[in-house]
């Protein structure tokens, strides 16, 4: 089993939608998590951390569930500008990364 | 917010041939740098960590001898892939650690490797 699960995607949406992302992890002794956004061909870029009590950016919802070991990344008035990859990272520990294969958006006029 | 560059940004070599990846820290001093690793459509996968004044410490199943790193400067490591193979064609990317700034690691642009 893979330690960091997303779903591939794409998820195809309109401008303005809001769209949510899971991910499940494995390792329960995993100790911090994040949301990365990757363009293509480009490196990745954090876009926030997750934290047990929800973490807000502006359009951008981040969630821990550690019970059910599953993140939640929700994106509210979709832009063309948000069509990425997201990437679910976990630290398990020495600032060791491990990277999900990411959740394709497309988000069109 | 901190910079991390990579140098080449992409290289197309012949099999056989060696080719070295620089990742630099370019404003701020990272005892620890970490090389991955991302085929197509695929996740980022670690391949070693590299500490600055000591040998680095290669994930499993990544050969030691065939990538070599080398961080001999708080702002400087080094991948060479050794005697290049078509299936080493990859996307590599690093990444460094301000240890001032808490635990966020600051991802280089990436070099693609091409090998013909």
């Known amino acids: 089993r893979k330690e960091v699960e997303q779903d591939p995607g794409p998820f195809n949406v309109p401008e303005g939608a809001t769209v949510a992302f899971n991910c499940t992890y494995s390792?329960?002794?995993?100790?911090?998590f994040f949301w990365y956004r990757q363009d293509c061909r480009k490196e990745p870029k954090l876009l926030m951390s997750?934290?047990?009590s929800g973490n807000e950016d502006g359009r951008f919802t981040a969630q821990l569930n550690r019970a059910s070991q599953y993140i939640s990344l929700l994106i509210r008035d979709s832009k063309l500008s948000d069509s990425a990859t997201y990437l679910c990272?976990?630290?398990?520990?020495?600032?060791?990364?491990?990277f999900g294969t990411g959740t394709r958006l497309l988000v069109s006029p | 917010g901190a910079v991390v560059s990579q140098h080449p940004s992409w290289v197309i070599c012949k099999s056989g041939t060696s080719v070295k990846i620089e990742c630099r820290s370019l404003?701020?001093?990272?005892?620890?740098m970490f090389w991955y690793r991302q085929f197509p459509k695929q996740s980022l996968m670690l391949m070693a960590t590299?500490?600055?004044?000591?040998?680095?410490?290669?994930e499993q199943g990544v050969e030691k001898d065939k990538f070599l790193i080398n961080h001999a400067s708080l702002t400087l490591s080094t991948l060479t892939v050794t005697s290049a193979h078509p299936e080493d064609s990859s996307f590599y990317i690093c990444?460094?650690?301000?240890?001032?700034?808490?635990?966020?690691?600051?991802f280089g642009p990436g070099t693609r490797l091409t090998v013909t």
């Open positions: 990444s460094a650690r301000d240890h001032q700034a808490g635990n966020e690691q600051y």
């Open positions: 390792n329960s002794a995993s100790q911090s």
């Open positions: 997750v934290y047990s």
């Open positions: 990272v976990m630290n398990t520990g020495f600032q060791k990364l491990v």
């Open positions: 404003d701020f001093q990272a005892t620890t």
């Open positions: 590299s500490n600055e004044g000591s040998k680095a410490t290669y």
